[in-house]
């Protein structure tokens, strides 16, 4: 039988207070809604205890003593990575015997839970320091002063990948039925790569890859699709263009093209795709994708064209105008990687 919700301090004392006036304990039950089972209940522990209040439930003590609790709280706490197993045979010579499962519920209650660890970009103190400096440098940017830039990165897209998680209803011992499995193959089945940009006007181009990008490649995809991007777009004058420290993107005839067609581009922290509002655009447009679910890579091709010229122009504002909450973050973190 389900557990019935704990009536309130302020209901009880109510009980109380209509016992007093003299009223049955059937019509105090129908005037506040109690079964008057539990309105006797509480008017028998009020005239025992002469109080309402929850009196100390009994249960057995806890195995493991306030002081192995901040014993184990403090070594995970230094070192996240500490097994239960590890955990387990500290308190053993400390004298006290417990399972993995009392220590778990233990670290539960202070806060405490086991994760898996995320991957990340690797980051060197030269990283670390060159984040903190951009963050600070343009946290007093106005939200007009990012929607004046151009981003831009690229992103591979596999056939059957891990594109987006999928949940789906299904009864006990169901979970081998096809409509409840996602076909997966060796290497993915195929992939393709994609040059994109985005401003908080809308999605720009989105092109294919078709071969192993190298700088002349990438100063080809710029000079044929940035440009006019930016026109469909409607930019400013003067607008910036974003791209990460790729080798690819920092070749001599790159630099010297950007050069001379006068674009600003934003001066980029290495190591920082979290900064990147277009990974979020990227994972948005895997997840469409992994929906429709191609089954050859011409069809791939065409269903990420059409679900990037489906992006709202909304979501490319609200990921613009949130920026400085990217730099904030950045801050707080000390340079280290954010949620984002």
């Given at each position: ?11 009880r004392?109510k009980?109380?207070?209509?016992h007093q ?21 509480i ?10 209040d ?10 493991i ?8 709280t403090?070594?995970v ?17 400390a004298?006290t ?12 209650r202070?806060g ?12 060197k103190?030269?990283?670390?320091r ?18 004046n830039?151009?981003w831009?990165d ?7 990948g891990?594109?987006s ?11 081998l ?5 996602i ?5 993915g089945?195929?992939?393709?790569m994609?040059w ?7 999605p ?5 890859v078709k ?14 699709n940035?440009?006019p991007?930016?026109?469909?777009l409607k930019?400013?004058?003067?607008w910036?263009f ?5 080798p690819?993107?920092?070749?001599r005839?790159?630099?010297k ?11 980029w ?6 900064l ?9 447009l895997?997840?469409?994708?992994a929906?429709r679910?191609?089954q050859?890579?011409?069809a791939?091709?065409e269903i ?10 909304t979501v490319c504002?609200?990921?613009?105008a ?12 000390k ?5 984002y």
């Amino acid at each position: 039988m389900a557990k019935t919700k704990e009536l309130s301090k302020d209901t009880r004392n109510k009980i109380v207070d209509l016992h007093q006036a003299g009223k049955t304990e059937s019509a105090i039950g129908k005037q506040l809604g109690v079964k008057q089972s539990t309105v006797g209940a509480i008017i028998r522990k009020w005239k025992t205890y002469k109080t309402t209040d929850n009196l100390p439930r009994s249960g057995a003590p806890r195995k493991i003593s306030p002081r192995g609790v901040k014993m184990i709280t403090r070594t995970v706490s230094k070192n996240p990575r500490t097994t239960w197993g590890d955990l387990v045979n500290d308190l053993q010579r400390a004298g006290t015997k417990v399972t993995k499962a009392t220590i778990s519920n233990t670290l539960r209650r202070q806060g405490l839970k086991s994760c898996s660890a995320r991957r990340v970009p690797l980051l060197k103190p030269v990283h670390v320091r060159a984040r903190l400096k951009f963050a600070r440098e343009h946290l007093d940017d106005t939200e007009e002063d990012w929607e004046n830039v151009i981003w831009s990165d690229e992103t591979k897209i596999e056939l059957f990948g891990k594109n987006s998680t999928c949940r789906v209803w299904r009864r006990k011992n169901a979970e081998l039925h096809p409509k409840n499995t996602i076909p997966t193959v060796k290497h993915g089945g195929g992939n393709i790569m994609l040059w994109g940009c985005f401003s908080a006007k809308g999605p720009g181009r989105l092109i294919r890859v078709k071969e192993r990008m190298n700088g002349a490649m990438y100063h080809e995809i710029l000079s044929k699709n940035l440009l006019p991007s930016a026109r469909a777009l409607k930019m400013k004058c003067g607008w910036v263009f974003q791209h990460d420290n790729d080798p690819k993107h920092t070749t001599r005839a790159t630099k010297k093209w950007l050069r001379k067609k006068h674009f600003k581009v934003l001066e980029w922290p290495s190591q920082s795709p979290d900064l990147n509002p277009i990974e979020n655009l990227w994972r948005e447009l895997k997840i469409r994708v992994a929906q429709r679910q191609p089954q050859n890579i011409t069809a791939l091709e065409e269903i990420c064209m059409e679900e990037w010229a489906k992006l709202p122009a909304t979501v490319c504002k609200n990921l613009v105008a949130t920026y400085r909450k990217r730099l904030t973050s950045v801050i707080a973190n000390k340079g280290y990687i954010t949620k984002y």
